[in-house]
Every structure is written in structure tokens, then in C-alpha cells.
């Protein structure tokens, strides 16, 4: 064998498994079904018998909701509505306006600030202060479109939780924690890492800070066998997540940053 098409055989060799390394999470993803982590039916009192649930309530009484102003879209009203009429008298609500945000970024965390600040799309920063806000204060957040189907104190028994999406990953737009939980603390870590561009508006929101990077992160948490313990996330399925009697969320139009790549993509 003549000595170049060794060294293109090497150098492509290289190539494939420098390739491979960048992608194997990712490909792990596809097969991590976080059943093992299920929130069951099970464990999960009746909607009309939540009363009895005796188990300790962790997760503080508090809902996290976000948009750019306090002027939120008709076609959400009635979702966000329902949330805090359920959760009235007990539950403290935050809402997270894009000059909150800020603000709130620069007084409590401002190592992060010019990164928050430097995000091309406004969705971006909605992604990041979910997980600032969880990691700080605890509580549930819940994205504008979802609607609460039940009261949400049966999710409270839990250090940690999100929601499994199909056909792989988890997704941001409802998520439960205690104040300062390891896993939440480490996807705020990795937010400045994962700032990079990738020409396409959707997939850089996705992996940077929206539902991908997420998952990312979960992925390589619970490879380094953190999910276990106190440090345990806990996943919601979609049986249980909407669209069900007993499930806790009822989902609305949304997907309001989606732009031209995105129809471009899913086709």
C-alpha cells in the first residue's frame, strides 16, 4: 500500500472517530428512556384525592412563569389563569418579565450577565432564567401555553423533575426543583459552554439553551451516576405530563419563536 493512501486512510479514520466523539452523546440520547426514573401513575394520588397524599412536600410552593412584558397574549390567558387559580392562597407566583430577568441576573449572578445580555434571540434568555430561577429559588416552572389540569402539590414530593419528551430527550417547559439542586446548579454552569452558533436560529436556541442542551446535560449527569440520591431527577411522561384525566398540564397553542428554518427543518 503506497504510503499517501495510508496516511488518507489514518487522517480519515481520525476524522470519523473525532466525528463520532463530538455525536456519541447525542446518540446515547437515543436510547435513554429514563424509565427508570418514571414518575408512575402509581405513586401519584387521584386527581380528586390529593388530599391523602402523606408523603413530605419538598419542593417549595412556588410557580415560575415567563414572557417579555406583563401584557401576556390572549391565547395564553386562560392557561395562565388556570395555573394560578388552582394554586391561589398557598402558592407564591413569580413572573419573569425580560427586564426581571435582567435584573435579576446582573444583582444575583453577574458572571453570567454578559452572556444573558449577548444572546441573539430573546427566547434564549426565557430558556436561561427558568434555570436560574429554579436553581435558585426552587419551585415549578411552567411555560405560558400549559394549562394546569390538577393542582401540582403531588410534584412537590419530589427533589427534581422534568418532562420526558418522544421520540428522545427531556423538554424545559415544565420543570420542578428544590432551591440549589446539583443537577439544576450544573445546567447553569454549563450555559456559558454551550453559547455557541449554529447559523440555523432553531438549532442554536435548541442546543444552547432550549430543550437539546437540556437533554445534553441530563444525558451526562446521569452518566457520571449523579442522578441517584438527593441529586435524583425524576421524569414526568407524557401520560402523566397532559391530555389524560388524571395528567397535571393541559397544552395550548405555542411555539411562538419558531421561525421560517423551523418549517424548513421539520420538512
Request: charged share 20%; hydrophobic share 40%; net charge neutral.
Amino acid at each position: 500500500m503506497r504510503r499517501s493512501v495510508l496516511i488518507f486512510i489514518i487522517i480519515n479514520v481520525l476524522v470519523i472517530a473525532f466525528l463520532t466523539n463530538r455525536v456519541w452523546i447525542l446518540i446515547t440520547l437515543l436510547f435513554a428512556d429514563g424509565m427508570s426514573d418514571a414518575i408512575s401513575r402509581g405513586e401519584l394520588p387521584a386527581a380528586d384525592a390529593e388530599s391523602s397524599d402523606t408523603r413530605p412536600q419538598l419542593i417549595p410552593k412556588i410557580i415560575h412563569q415567563t414572557y417579555i412584558n406583563e401584557s401576556v397574549p390572549p391565547v395564553w390567558q386562560e392557561a395562565q389563569r388556570s395555573c394560578i387559580e388552582l394554586h391561589k392562597g398557598d402558592y407564591e407566583y413569580k413572573f419573569w418579565t425580560d427586564a426581571k430577568s435582567r435584573e435579576f441576573i446582573a444583582a444575583e449572578y453577574p458572571w453570567f450577565l454578559d452572556t444573558f445580555d449577548g444572546y441573539p434571540y430573546p427566547i434564549q434568555r426565557a430558556d436561561a432564567i427558568r434555570y436560574f430561577a429554579l436553581a435558585t429559588y426552587g419551585g415549578i416552572y411552567i411555560d405560558l401555553d400549559n394549562g394546569c389540569n390538577r393542582r401540582l402539590d403531588p410534584l412537590l414530593s419530589y427533589p427534581a423533575w422534568v418532562r420526558r419528551t418522544i421520540p428522545t430527550g427531556i423538554s424545559n417547559d415544565a420543570m420542578g426543583s428544590v432551591p440549589q439542586h446539583p443537577f439544576f446548579l450544573r445546567v447553569i454552569r454549563s450555559l456559558e459552554k454551550y453559547n455557541r452558533s449554529w447559523i440555523l436560529p432553531y438549532i442554536t436556541i435548541m442546543g444552547s439553551t432550549g430543550p437539546l442542551f437540556l437533554s445534553v446535560i441530563w444525558r451526562r449527569y446521569s452518566r457520571e451516576g449523579l442522578n441517584q440520591g438527593d441529586g435524583r431527577v425524576r421524569i414526568l411522561f407524557p401520560d402523566e405530563y397532559q391530555d389524560k384525566p388524571w395528567g397535571f398540564f393541559l397544552h395550548n397553542l405555542g411555539n411562538s419563536w419558531h421561525g421560517k428554518d423551523v418549517k424548513l427543518i421539520f420538512w
